[in-house]
């Protein structure tokens, strides 16, 4: 009971900071962007994901930071809105 308690929280918790990161991304990001609750989350979530790469390869540090995961995430939510646009 304990271990699935303490993975529902966990999960909970990567979809609230997707949430955050990708709410701060769409609002940071003039213009519309038609996408529902779950696909922010997606959008934070993978922002996030790829800030840490990021930082891990690139800046030789451990961990992105909030900002640098805001910024990936409106990279992807502007690559996004030119995908559909064009299609």
Same mark, same amino acid.
């Given at each position: 009971?304990?271990?699935?308690?303490?993975?529902?929280?966990?999960? #909970?918790?990567?979809?609230?900071?997707?949430?955050?990161?990708?709410?701060?991304?769409?609002? #940071?990001?003039?213009?519309?962007?038609?996408?529902? =609750?779950?696909?922010? =989350?997606?959008?934070?979530?993978?922002?996030?994901?790829?800030?840490?790469?990021?930082?891990?390869?690139?800046?030789?540090?451990?961990?992105?930071?909030? #900002?640098?995961? =805001?910024?990936?995430?409106?990279?992807?939510?502007?690559?996004?809105?030119?995908?559909?646009?064009?299609?």
């Amino acid at each position: 009971m304990g271990r699935t308690l303490d993975l529902l929280l966990f999960l #909970l918790l990567l979809a609230m900071i997707g949430l955050v990161v990708g709410g701060l991304a769409r609002f #940071l990001l003039p213009g519309p962007d038609p996408m529902g =609750i779950g696909m922010t =989350i997606a959008v934070g979530l993978v922002g996030s994901f790829a800030a840490g790469l990021f930082s891990w390869y690139a800046l030789h540090r451990h961990g992105a930071g909030l #900002l640098l995961s =805001i910024v990936f995430s409106m990279l992807i939510v502007w690559g996004l809105r030119h995908t559909r646009s064009r299609g």
